[in-house]
């Protein structure tokens, strides 16, 4: 590989299809049903054409004229956007990675490989820059959805001067459509109330088939929609998948479109939901790559295998160092005992099954398009991962991502004993261990999340385009980040950025064109994309000219509830990437002048496109109040069955005193079926008749179910209540830096016609989320049941239901309990009342254990030695599966 400068003879290709001026362009005959125009774009939609017949008072004396129908440009590629999930540099073996993506590897084959492609180091965020072209705090995702906040950069919204590719495409005359995952519509308006001018339809995008959210369960979405309308398709039929459900719907598409309309080309935006957890391959897929045994000599072994073979593909350079295993975080491979091995081997073949599965369903659509003969002239944009490898996982891995965000893991034991076999199934909603996230970024130093170090950001990508790139297998090198895309597919279609749409002044696409890399001459021709910024949850960097200043990583991606400092004072460090590609070197310390002038230019970059105000918190952000149907209500009532409810617009009942009425009419022989749940199979409650008696049963999070029973309901009417009294202060605790008020328990009193049935004290309860991808059904139970024991969804209610309540009675902070969080805030050093002049090193250190004037990496390492004694007290009491993870908490506070 060739690193050097050379001046840009030519930014215009010499090998491009010649196009026409596209300014207002007919063709056919003016007025008659042929006749077809190119508009030029700048005013979206157009203004109406002007009619050029003539009307008398007969119709047989007037000259009927129709307005031409929108097409783009000629010879207009179509254009397949592929973007994955959750899949660092390393994964996939057009990268150098060990695990086959023969799709993948088809596209750099037949065109270019991009090795010096950035994401933003989380999902929402790179997808709204990937639609609209700008950076993603410009476009209202600072962070995903779910941790929305109330400033322009972090808010969730799409603002109208900022119209997607998909919206520009379609008023240029083309068929668009968007298939898998959707994370950039707000989580407070992903309800059937809308609004729905967020959602892929109201972006632009014709079609919409996927689902809302960060991800999902792939054997039973229960969050999958088609357009807007919520649909179950899984229902009845063992061994679904949405990856191959949604290749299927693609490869439909394609072909439909074709035959009504083969002339018009089209836009298809595929993102499954691989690779992010939980991870659900095919049996088949799984059985495939266990075979290959990719994984057995572990993740050191495996980072030292990628390194040698992206050096034999030229995706690195000759003299690019590998980056340090970082062995005060995470154990090398030879230091794991025998159990953490066989658990570990099975949550990476896992993952990697899922992987080339993906790949596989990919290559479908891909394979369509080329027996459609189209292939030619489209434009295959292959994205390797909207971020990184995801680490958390946690140390051990997790058989519940939603147990993991509600701080609960269990053992590597406890893992082996009870979720082992089933690994991957629906009965998993799994991550892996952090040691293979790291791995899969090789050659770089960390994982998603991070966006100061490229094992965060750095993206595999390949572009083909067989009918104008003609350097088949080319390798690019040049600097180019998400918001590149928008400019690179407009240019290629021949196809103006507006200046209005729908009456709204458009702020500029913020992006450069990519498409002068597609000429062979300009292979190593500087990168026309010289500064470009970085930011999440106060973690951040500044690329310029070869240069990249980042900030030191102050909170590793797995420990999500750490007490952080101020984000003015994270340490900085200065890479000089001319020379050292992979940030291995800190120059920070030799070249004081040339930092000190990156980071002028990153509080420059982060005024300039909404970056401000900076925040560290993490999970603290998911409780955060936004605007949404339930948003300062108590009082709820519903008076017909309704499903679909997500969870940013229904009401939660954590971390508060609750009640819940229900009114029912029990018909003779008795009837069962759910009243209301939130939640499923990882994670929620569920109130519901099961044999003609009452049950209130809350899932925390799979580990252990916590239920009350009543007995047999007789004919009639009848009122059935659950009320929870909560014994902790609430959320609001959080906003001092204290977690203690949330996930504390409380007491559940079931009751018919006024009579306690059942009362069950609850130790702990869940603090911080319920299973996102299911939602608030009242009727019947959509996704999955909160108790596989008791029933199978739908489970429709077969009595009458005419009114379910809920009251909700959040805690509130007495005068008293705000002085002494205050105080506790300002001892620790953090919070609203902290000291404002406490800006030394040491502050610059999250408190991640209780060790004073340790580093991070010290305190990370104490905090894991602390939990394994913990662990191992509980053990020694013989506690159940849940009870020992509720005493390892206590321990550990």
Not at 110 to 135: E, M, Q, V, W
Not at 255 to 269: D, G, T, V
Not at 767 to 773: G, K, M, R, S, T
């Amino acid at each position: 590989m060739t690193f050097h400068k050379s001046s840009i003879l030519a930014l215009s290709l010499t090998l491009m299809v010649s196009f026409t001026a596209a300014a207002q362009q007919v063709t056919g005959t003016p007025g008659a049903p042929d006749a077809r125009i190119t508009i030029d774009g700048l005013q979206l939609p157009p203004p109406p054409q002007k009619f050029g017949g003539t009307i008398e008072r007969e119709a047989t004396k007037s000259k009927p004229y129709w307005p031409a129908r929108i097409v783009p440009p000629k010879g207009a590629p179509n254009v397949l956007l592929i973007i994955t999930d959750d899949s660092g540099f390393g994964v996939p073996s057009t990268f150098g990675g060990v695990i086959p993506t023969p799709a993948l590897d088809r596209i750099a084959r037949d065109g270019l490989r991009y090795t010096n492609f950035h994401s933003t180091a989380l999902c929402s965020p790179t997808r709204a820059a990937l639609i609209t072209g700008r950076n993603h705090h410009s476009a209202g995702f600072g962070v995903v959805a779910e941790q929305a906040t109330g400033f322009p950069g972090y808010d969730s919204v799409i603002t109208k001067d900022k119209a997607t590719i998909g919206r520009i495409l379609t008023d240029n005359g083309y068929h668009t459509a968007w298939f898998g995952k959707n994370h950039n519509t707000p989580e407070y308006q992903a309800s059937q109330a809308g609004p729905f001018d967020q959602w892929p339809t109201g972006m632009g995008f014709e079609y919409f088939y996927g689902f809302m959210g960060g991800d999902t369960n792939q054997w039973e979405p229960g969050n999958l929609v088609r357009n807007t309308t919520p649909i179950y398709p899984y229902v009845g039929k063992p061994g679904w998948n949405l990856m191959t459900a949604m290749a299927d719907e693609a490869i439909d598409y394609v072909n439909r479109i074709n035959a009504l309309s083969p002339e018009q080309p089209f836009l298809i935006k595929f993102a499954p939901g691989a690779t992010h957890a939980p991870h659900h391959p095919t049996p088949e897929w799984i059985e495939k790559i266990s075979k290959m045994h990719l994984f057995d000599q572990g993740w050191n072994k495996l980072r030292e295998t990628i390194f040698e073979n992206q050096k034999k593909l030229g995706v690195i350079p000759e003299n690019a160092k590998l980056t340090p295993w970082p062995k005060d975080l995470i154990k090398e491979w030879d230091q794991l005992n025998a159990d953490e091995r066989k658990l570990f081997l099975r949550q990476v073949e896992i993952f990697a099954a899922y992987v080339a599965y993906a790949d596989n369903e990919i290559g479908r659509v891909v394979q369509a398009i080329d027996d459609l003969g189209k292939l030619d002239n489209t434009l295959v944009i292959y994205i390797n991962g909207d971020n990184g490898t995801s680490a958390e996982g946690q140390p051990n891995g997790t058989p519940n991502e939603v147990a993991m965000f509600n701080q609960a893991n269990p053992s590597v034991e406890e893992q082996l004993k009870y979720f082992y076999d089933v690994w991957g199934t629906d009965r998993t909603y799994n991550h892996m261990s952090i040691g293979w996230a790291w791995a899969f970024d090789t050659p770089f130093s960390w994982t998603k999340q991070v966006v100061s170090h490229f094992g965060g950001t750095r993206q595999g990508m390949a572009i083909s385009w067989p009918r104008v790139i003609t350097d088949k297998g080319g390798i690019r090198n040049q600097f180019h980040h998400v918001i590149d895309i928008v400019p690179t597919i407009l240019e290629a279609a021949n196809i103006k950025q507006p200046t209005m749409v729908d009456g709204i002044k458009q702020s500029p696409i913020e992006g450069v064109s990519m498409m002068y890399t597609f000429d062979k001459k300009n292979e190593n021709v500087p990168t026309t994309h010289t500064t470009q910024y970085f930011e999440m949850f106060a973690d951040r960097a500044i690329y310029h000219d070869g240069w990249i200043a980042s900030t030191k990583v102050l909170r590793p991606p797995w420990v999500t509830v750490a007490k952080l400092p101020n984000p003015n004072d994270y340490p900085w460090e200065l890479y000089d990437l001319k020379n050292d590609w992979t940030q291995y070197e800190d120059v920070a310390d030799k070249n004081p002048a040339k930092l000190k002038e990156m980071q002028d230019l990153f509080w420059k970059e982060a005024e300039k496109y909404q970056v401000l105000p900076l925040d560290s918190s993490v999970v603290g952000r998911l409780v955060t109040p936004r605007p949404s149907l339930s948003a300062g209500r108590t009082s709820f009532a519903w008076t017909r069955p309704m499903t679909g409810i997500p969870n940013g617009d229904a009401p939660s009942v954590l971390n508060a005193s609750y009640n819940f009425k229900a009114d029912v009419e029990v018909p003779q022989g008795g009837a069962e079926g759910m009243l209301i749940t939130q939640g499923g199979r990882f994670g929620g409650y569920g109130f519901y008749v099961l044999k003609n008696k009452p049950v209130f049963t809350w899932n925390l999070v799979d580990l252990k179910r916590v239920r009350w029973e009543g007995p047999e309901l007789t004919p009639g009417k009848h009122q059935i209540e659950f009320d929870f009294k909560y014994d902790g202060l609430g959320a609001a605790t959080m906003v001092f830096g204290d977690y203690s008020g949330i996930g504390k328990g409380g007491t559940g009193v079931l009751k018919v016609d006024g009579n306690t049935v059942a009362t069950e004290k609850m130790e702990h309860t869940l603090p911080f989320i319920l299973q996102w991808d299911e939602a608030l059904d009242i009727g019947s139970d959509t996704g999955t049941p909160v108790n596989d024991d008791d029933y199978s969804t739908p489970f429709t209610f077969t009595g009458k239901l005419n009114k379910i309540t809920l009251n909700i009675n959040r805690p509130k902070l007495s005068p008293e309990d705000i002085k002494r969080l205050e105080a506790m805030a300002r001892a620790a050093g953090d919070g609203p009342s902290a000291d404002a002049g406490n800006t030394s090193a040491e502050a610059a250190t999250p408190e991640v254990s209780s060790g004073v004037g340790l580093s991070l990496v010290q305190k990370v390492e104490l905090r894991m030695d602390m939990r394994e004694g913990c662990r191992k007290q509980a053990e020694a009491q013989g506690l159940g599966l849940l009870e020992r993870i509720q005493f390892v908490r206590k321990c550990m506070q």
